[in-house]
């Protein structure tokens, strides 16, 4: 499954991942001793693309060349 998920790095806001490798760049955000780190997970892949598939074309956050269907279980 793929996860979209939001990250912060000591109350700082380092942006959205979604695809491999998984990183962000924390460098301006990291500091000497202990750091807090808050990763969200705000959705799952399939959902962001059955949200999609009510809107209009030009709407859609989600674009790819592979047909998806909301009822197909190999998207899960």
Known sequence: MKYIARVKLNGK???SVWTA???V???AAVKSGPNELEI???N???N????????PEEKR???SNIAFSPHN???S
Request: aromatic content about 10%.
């Open 13 to 15: 806001d380092l942006g």
């Open 21 to 23: 490798p998984w990183r």
């Open 25 to 27: 760049e924390m460098t």
């Open 40 to 42: 969200e997970v705000i």
């Open 44 to 46: 799952l892949w399939p």
């Open 48 to 55: 962001r693309r059955i949200g999609d598939t009510s809107l």
């Open 61 to 63: 956050y989600t674009h």
């Open 73 to 75: 279980p190999t998207h």
